[in-house]
Structure formats: C-alpha cells, structure tokens
C-alpha cells in the first residue's frame, strides 16, 4: 500500500502530537483474542520512545480515541500488539489492509526516563500489556534479566513467534507465580497489565527496590489538561497520560 | 472577508470559540501547538479555595456519542494556582476566564477576595453545576443561585458568568435570579448528570454513581436550554457549551442564541478541534455572505436569517 494514497489535508502541524494523523493497516496478524498491527502514515511520529503510548481513533468516532502502547516504532511504521474486543480494537481485527486510522501522540513518559539504569529487570506482561516491555527488550535488551509473560488464552503465542515467550513454555501459570521463579534478588521488575496482577505483584515485592508499574485508564485528552487519568501518588495527584504510566511502586500505597 | 470577532462584556473577542472550563486544563499546554489566538477565550478549569484531589478512577466511562466523566474538581487550590500557574495563563495571547467554585458562600467572598489580586483575568465564571461533587448543585436551587451571585457579584468589577445545569431547577428562573443579582452573563450548560452500570458486575462503573455527561449526545438539551433562555432574556450574554464538535454544532448554538460558544468534550478527543472551528466558521461566512458573526446568534429566534 503505498502512502501517497492517505489525502493529508487538514494535518496543518504534520507530526504535531497534538493533531489526529492518518494511518493505513498496513499489516496484520490476529489470533482469536490478540492482533498485532502495524500501522503507517506520513504525519505519524516514528520516534516513539519505550513505554510511550498512542491515541487511535477509527474515522471521525464522537466517544474517546483508544490507548495502545507502542510495541514498535520505525520508519515502517508503528506496531501495537491489541486486544481485539472493543470498539476500535474490534476494527483491528477485521479491517481490510489499506483502512485508515487515525493516531495521535506519542504521549507519555518514557520508561528509560523513569527506571534506574543501575540494575537489570524482570519484566512481567499480562495479555496486552506486554507490548511496552517487548518494545523494551528490543531497545535495551542489556537492562532485562528475565521475562514473564502471561496470557489467558494461549493463542497469542502464534503471534509473537520473534521473541521467545515464557508463555509458550509454561502451562497455564500465572504470570506472578512464573516471575517467584524468575525473579533474583537485586533484580529490579518492570510489570505491564491488568490490575489484579499488579496488585499480585505489589503484595509480594513491595519491599524490593526499582519495582515498576504500568497503569492503564480511560484516557481522555492525552495531553495532561484534562485530568480523566489523575492518580493519587505518594507525591499528589499525578496523570497516567503525562507523568505515567510508568509509575514507581513505592509510589502508589493503593495499590500494595 | 468574514468577521469572526465577537464584542460583549466590554471585552473583544477574536472569535466566538471558547473553550469550555475542564478539558483544556489551564490552557498552557496547548500553547505551543494550538493558534490560542485565533480562540475567543480560555476558561481555565475550576479554581476552589483550598486544593481538591478530585474523584478516584475511573473517571471516564464511554458512551454512545460521548462520555460520563467524574473528575470532581480537582485542582491545586487558589494560592498554588496564583503561584505558579497564574503567571503563566498570564502570557497566552488569548483572553482568559477564570472558572472558580465553593463549598459555602462564605468560602466564595473568601476565593474572590483573594481573585481580586490576580493580573491578567478578563472575566469570571462562577461554576454553580458541577455534578461530581455528591448532592446537590447550588445551580438547580434558584434561591441558592441568587445568593452565590450576589456574594460574587459583590467581590468583583470583572465581568461576571455563572454557570448552570441544564438538567435540573427551573433554569429561566435561575438565570433571571443570575443576572438580577449582578451576573453579567449565563454559561449553559454544564455536563448532564448521567449514570452507566457495568453489566459484568451489576456496579455503576463510576465511584460517586453518577457522573456528568458530555459530548454530541447532550447538544440537542444544550441548544434548548441557550435557546430558551436566550427567548426570555434577548439581551444576557450566553455562553453556550455542550456538544459542539463540529461547524455544524458551532452554527446551531450561536444561530440558538450563544453570543460565544464553549468547547469541552471536543478538545478532548480532538485538541486542534477549537482552532478548526473557527477557520471553519470564517471559512462558511465567506462563502454564505455573513459578514459578522453578530449576524448568526440568536437566528432561530428571529425566525431565521436571509442570505444567499
């Protein structure tokens, strides 16, 4: 599918973070639960950093744009690694190669910006919370000491055939109890999914050093005005959009 | 070449498109990447005494043509606001509106005293309709409505809006209290109250229950209640917020009545949406002849308007 084709007319900042880009389905894998996209335009930022996420919007849809975290970013395009239930993520799994999208961002802060560099991690994924730590392990495979990946159904293990998945070889484990095995002490954990599992993570390691969680809401705005993520934290109310999602652990006594 | 600016309160505006306290923040961020200029004004989100945390997640739930959302205010509190965001709302080269809300009206003459001090604010908008707050809103109780305006009213030479609910109390009759008691003008609407329950657990997904309902679903209750008011009151000026997202959204409120128009829910989705709108609106003055936009407010009150 060659670019030229997206009409880019209204993008008056091409690559403002701010303004909705076109972006085709370029190409797509998709099991039954999980599709791993990849998708391309001319206004689309291609340095996304690790742990940074994107807004995607699936024509002009009047309710609020989907979050996806990046799980690659390159002149080819960017990749997101999605749960296929849902309004726009539905799409995703269903839409002819050439469809349009919209995609605003990056947002977020980087996860390089918020870890300590000092120490090497183990990084746990729930379901499609594993795109950002795939990202990570491609870009700093020197910081990951282990990786813990856990999903419901195994059928997202055809999908991610390019890196070797704890899942594939375990039996159904949750990720927790996979990462007591994993896990060494002075190793630090960076973990990416829904929130029993980080609650399961926060109760066990909630005394070890450099423990990373990646949170999740509705996003509203994206761009830190709006407030519809604002989280408590040990220092104030802090915004998943902006000064997230990483977020220390230590951070955040709701959640230990 | 179409006129986009508007003049009311004394003050010029350099389009009808404002945008509506909450989404935009304090407007700073936007700064660098949105032509703030070209937008009448910001209002910034709501200012209260002392800091506020706001509501526990979620605080957005999705809905047909919209959203609930359950912020609850959350704000630094007056004097962090005067101290290290004021001076910077101070510099955006568009007109600002300062939204502030209290518990009691004592609070209030408290908050505006302390308003006074500020530089560079071009109106007030007292928000008496916040529907995140638990209970009751000071706006569906005309009584109450008179009594916050009126200690508003008495704190302040600026220009003063007050902001009411457009789903609950007798609206015309709160707006007359408004503007008898020193309101300069009425910003209608604020979100609808609304609730959503998650069928996976039989919960309401929102912590308070209920949470306020914004975006394209609440234009047509908007648009009834601006053009309402705007028949009883021909010559208030009326900030007409809810559900615009388009040109055609932005034609209908001031053609309804809106002397300026808010911009909420479609900042969120779309930040360059607000400075589209008026190079869209300037756009469709030239091509239909509409040399002011003076010329489309209250239009479907007068029975429509003749151009080619």
Redesign the interface.
């Given at each position: 599918m060659d670019d030229k084709t997206i009409e880019h007319d209204?993008a008056t900042?091409t690559g403002?973070?701010?303004?909705?880009q076109r972006a085709q389905l370029i190409d797509r894998r998709a099991s039954q639960r999980y599709a791993r996209v990849l998708l391309r335009g001319p206004g689309v930022a291609s340095d996304v950093a690790v742990g940074q996420f994107v807004l995607v919007?699936y024509s002009d849809d009047?309710?609020?744009?989907r979050a996806f975290s990046v799980m690659s970013a390159s002149d080819l395009g960017l990749e997101l690694f999605v749960k296929t239930e849902g309004?726009v993520r539905e799409k995703f799994a269903t839409a002819p190669r050439g469809t349009v999208f919209e995609i605003r961002g990056p947002y977020g802060t980087p996860y390089l910006d918020k870890i300590s560099h000092a120490r090497k991690y183990v990084l746990v994924g729930g379901g499609s919370g594993a795109a950002p730590l795939l990202y990570f392990r491609k870009r700093r495979p020197e910081l990951v000491a282990g990786e813990v990946y856990g999903f419901r159904t195994r059928d997202a293990a055809g999908l991610l055939h390019e890196v070797s998945l704890t899942a594939e070889r375990e039996d159904g484990r949750r990720a927790h109890e996979q990462l007591a095995s994993v896990w060494r002490p002075g190793q630090g954990i960076i973990a990416c999914g829904p929130e029993p599992m980080l609650r399961l993570i926060a109760a066990r390691y909630r005394d070890v050093d450099d423990v990373y969680v990646s949170l999740e809401?509705?996003?509203?705005?994206g761009?830190?005005?709006?407030?519809?993520?604002?989280?408590?934290t040990s220092s104030g109310?802090q915004r998943i959009c902006k000064e997230g999602p990483l977020f220390a652990l230590r951070e955040l006594p709701w959640l230990m | 070449m179409a006129d986009v600016k508007v003049s009311r309160l004394g003050i010029g505006f350099a389009s009808p498109v404002v945008l509506a306290s909450?989404?935009?923040?304090?407007g700073i961020?936007?700064a660098s990447?949105?032509a703030l200029a070209r937008l009448g004004a910001v209002t910034t989100?709501t200012i209260t005494l002392h800091p506020r945390?706001?509501n526990?997640?979620?605080?957005?739930?999705?809905?047909?043509?919209?959203?609930l959302?359950s912020?609850g205010l959350?704000n630094p509190g007056f004097d962090a606001f005067a101290d290290s965001i004021q001076p910077r709302v101070a510099e955006l080269p568009v007109r600002r509106i300062l939204s502030i809300a209290a518990a009691s009206v004592s609070e209030l003459h408290k908050l505006l005293r302390k308003v006074a001090t500020l530089d560079a604010i071009d109106a007030i908008e007292l928000n008496l309709s916040c529907p995140n707050l638990g209970g009751a809103v000071p706006g569906a109780d005309s009584d109450e409505v008179a009594a916050y305006t009126r200690a508003a009213a008495s704190e302040t030479d600026r220009p003063l809006l007050v902001k009411l609910p457009g789903d609950s109390g007798n609206l015309v009759q709160s707006c007359e209290r408004a503007l008898a008691q020193g309101a300069r003008g009425l910003t209608l609407i604020n979100s609808v109250r609304g609730l959503r329950v998650d069928w996976a657990t039989g919960r309401p997904f929102l912590d308070h229950m209920y949470g306020g309902l914004s975006?394209?679903a609440i234009l047509p209750i908007a648009l009834a209640r601006v053009f309402e008011v705007r028949s009883a009151f021909p010559d208030a000026v009326i900030v007409g917020t809810g559900g615009v997202?388009t040109l055609g959204g932005l034609l209908e409120m001031l053609m309804a009545g809106a002397d300026l128009v808010g911009i909420g829910f479609g900042?969120?989705?779309?930040?360059?949406l607000p400075q589209?709108l008026v190079e869209e609106l300037e756009r469709w003055m030239d091509e239909r002849g509409v040399a002011a936009v003076n010329d489309l407010v209250g239009a479907a009150q007068r029975g429509g308007f003749d151009v080619q």
């Open positions: 209204d900042l403002s973070r701010f303004f909705w919007r009047a309710c609020l744009p309004r809401a509705r996003i509203g705005c761009i830190g005005t709006c407030l519809g993520c604002s989280i408590e109310m | 909450g989404p935009a923040g304090f961020e936007l990447e949105i989100k945390r706001g526990a997640q979620p605080r957005l739930v999705d809905c047909p043509a919209g959203a959302n912020i959350e975006g394209s997202n900042l969120m989705v779309d930040p360059a589209r």
